[in-house]
């Protein structure tokens, strides 16, 4: 359908269903929607917004903080670092945010105030200063721009304002920043306290632009604070769809926010399919089959109680509203106001007690491969060519287009055709989903993959490796100022203080690349064959792969303090760690730009937002450089027995011809009906790969 269509058959929602709370509570001032990358947030936030800007008074703003901006593709029209009114809707702006403009404003206004404190407080000369105040803010960018969206809110400018979050990961790290700024003031104020310490013993304690400057950081910090745990004004919407690994990643995100103090009212799973075609398409009714399971057990943690889908107070229960899964992309103000009627209908879960899974395995994956009979849907493809002599193999892309299973399935592929070769598949992003894919739990320790010789998987956890690294570094910060500074001196207590904190210092992003250099012990070693990674949705991905040389830096500016300042005091091991992680950076940096080593495979499926951010993935890692050899369009609908699927087929082909020119090598995998999942599922999948 094109603009100006007709709506969506009222069928399809739910007539006379309470509408979601945030679609009607006026006290609302602040929504934030996230979940999975590929559920439909920014669908839900714009649709929300459109709705909310036509049918409450007060203007609308709608506001994106991923790193891979989707707003200019769901309203069909330019939308940058600035506020743009919609088109056609003059209660309506959106601003897709650039974070690195709001990190060079604040240097701007509080650079030289930094400077001074830096300057005050440690041993630092101004080299020392200015690069540490370079390294270490790249990631607080992000929480800028945030507290810039909460200053709109607390000045009323728009009646509500909605935030599109980038996927789960991402958006954890984005809500714990205002926790991370609160480190960094507090070792800012470590070093500001010999300051005051010394004018209190020589003169007159004098107000300066230091005290200006820690006066409003934590005003904006309790501001934010504030406004993310408001019951009354603020709501997060998780966005999720009735599969196993999206509903168990919004369940972790859920138990997030509450831990936050956030507050969740509503849920909604979109893409729930109907009965309309189940009847007569058979590729419908499994699909249709398969998503009860998740549909229970979404209904049992976040079925409507007795406050019901408007409960609009804090603790009140959250609601779980479904939206049908449609045959068509939802993009332009016409298909959003579309959506957003289904979205003000949509009743509670429902799962049909008739409609009983099928169990999946090998011989319903088989079953399935032989059913949609995949050929080319268009142009030439080829399939996947990959060695196990490539060593590292990135799978990268959107969220939920399927890349946690296609690196799954490739590194399941290498362990069964290089016999006696041992494998490593891993993760670092931050919501994990190996677990869920591979049907087996796995955690921060390599654990081998059951029923495959020579797999072994890992869910790194980031921030444990980091922590290691920095209670060696303040362990003997400790042990050297205690026997340098055994006569009592009080500005050498002051001094400890501060290089003990210094360690926090660190740029946002460090933790998962130190991970990742970690590896490269076990790459020393031998020990494996080829590491197939499982990268996090692009924005993150992007930042992971850029983060090399801006971590190169910060080794280089911290390791130059523990020289300059040796004979004052011996950080031995500390030195020798920077030493060897600064090794392991190189390693790191050599390898993904080694193109006979490492490889990118991207995967997208054949929709306008997926190959658009498809195409700046590629296009930055080009700059990067890293190299991606392929490319796997997933989930291809094949001609069906039903007008759905012949429409989804339909709309489809002209984005699958764009996705193969992405790249030298694509390779097409069909739709399924059921999420592979398990080592049976896998082996199929792979096959249909390779």
């Not at 009354?232 to 859920?254: C, M, N």
């Not at 409507?304 to 107070?313: I, K, Q, V």
């Not at 055709?417 to 041992?422: I, L, Q």
């Not at 955690?443 to 081998?448: D, L, T």
Request: aromatic share 6%; charged share 25%.
């Amino acid at each position: 359908m094109a603009d100006g269509e007709p709506a969506e058959p009222a069928a399809l929602g739910r007539p006379g269903a309470q509408p979601p709370s945030f679609l009607v509570d006026e006290g609302l001032r602040f929504l934030m929607f996230g979940g999975k990358g590929g559920v439909g947030k920014t669908t839900v936030a714009a649709a929300t917004a459109l709705h909310r800007a036509h049918e409450r008074p007060g203007a609308v703003l709608v506001v994106s903080t991923d790193p891979a901006h989707s707003l200019s593709d769901a309203f069909e029209q330019p939308i940058g670092d600035r506020i743009t009114p919609i088109r056609g809707e003059p209660e309506l702006f959106a601003w897709a945010v650039d974070a690195g403009k709001r990190l060079q404003t604040f240097k701007d206004r509080y650079g030289d105030a930094i400077a001074t404190i830096m300057d005050l407080g440690t041993y630092f000369d101004h080299d020392d200063i200015r690069q540490f105040l370079e390294l270490s803010l790249p990631g607080l960018d992000e929480l800028m721009a945030v507290i810039e969206i909460a200053e709109l809110v607390r000045e009323q400018r728009y009646a509500l304002v909605i935030l599109d979050t980038a996927p789960t990961g991402h958006t954890l790290r984005l809500l714990a920043l205002p926790e991370l700024m609160a480190r960094w003031l507090h070792v800012l104020d470590l070093m500001l306290e010999k300051h005051r310490y010394m004018q209190s013993v020589f003169g007159r304690r004098r107000r300066d632009e230091t005290d200006d400057f820690m006066e409003a950081m934590t005003a904006d910090m309790e501001l934010l604070r504030d406004l993310l745990r408001a019951p009354r004004t603020t709501e997060f919407v998780p966005v999720t769809i009735p599969e196993a690994l999206s509903v168990a990643e919004t369940g972790r995100l859920a138990d997030a926010l509450e831990g936050m103090g956030v507050p969740v009212r509503t849920v909604v799973v979109n893409r729930v399919a109907r009965n309309a075609d189940a009847a007569e398409c058979p590729f419908c009714a499994r699909r249709r089959r398969e998503q009860q399971a998740s549909l229970r057990e979404i209904a049992a943690r976040f079925g409507a109680d007795e406050a019901g889908a408007g409960a609009l107070s804090a603790g009140a229960g959250t609601a779980a509203v479904s939206v049908p899964l449609l045959p068509h992309q939802v993009h332009g103000q016409a298909r959003l106001r579309q959506f957003a009627g289904l979205l003000y209908r949509a009743g509670p879960i429902e799962p049909d007690a008739s409609a009983e899974p099928s169990a999946p395995g090998a011989s319903a994956g088989e079953h399935l491969a032989e059913a949609v009979g995949l050929a080319p849907p268009v142009g030439t493809v080829s399939p996947a060519r990959i060695t196990v002599e490539q060593t590292f193999i990135l799978v990268g892309g959107k969220g939920g287009v399927g890349k946690t299973t296609v690196a799954a399935a490739t590194a399941l592929h290498l362990a069964r055709k290089h016999e006696g070769r041992r494998v490593l598949l891993f993760s670092v992003d931050p919501a994990h989903s190996l677990s869920d894919c591979l049907g087996q739990n796995l955690g921060s320790q390599i654990a081998a993959v059951e029923g495959v010789a020579g797999l072994d998987a890992l869910e790194m956890a980031a921030t444990s490796v980091l922590a290691e690294v920095s209670g060696l570094y303040a362990g003997e910060v400790q042990e050297a100022f205690t026997a340098f500074g055994a006569g009592g001196d009080v500005e050498i207590a002051f001094d400890r203080r501060v290089m003990q904190e210094l360690i926090s210092l660190t740029p946002p992003g460090l933790d998962e690349l130190m991970a990742l250099m970690k590896l490269m012990d076990l790459v020393q070693e031998g020990r494996y064959a080829a590491y197939v990674l499982d990268l996090a949705p692009t924005g993150h991905a992007l930042r992971l792969l850029q983060t090399p040389e801006l971590v190169r830096q910060w080794f280089t500016a911290l390791f130059r303090v523990l020289l300059k300042y040796q004979n004052a005091f011996s950080l031995a091991r500390a030195g020798e760690l920077l030493r060897q992680k600064s090794k392991q950076l190189r390693q790191v940096r050599q390898l993904l730009t080694d193109g006979e080593r490492c490889q990118l495979v991207a995967v997208a499926i054949p929709e306008a937002m997926a190959v658009e951010e498809t195409r700046r993935l590629l296009d930055s890692l080009a700059r990067i450089p890293t190299r991606c050899s392929w490319v796997v369009a997933n989930m291809v609908t094949a001609p069906g027995a039903c007008a759905f699927c012949a429409a989804v087929r339909e709309e489809q082909l002209p984005y699958l011809q764009e996705i193969e020119a992405l790249g030298p090598g694509c390779v097409c995998l069909p739709a399924f009906p059921f999420e592979p999942r398990g080592v049976e599922a896998l082996d199929r999948l792979a096959r249909l790969i390779f």
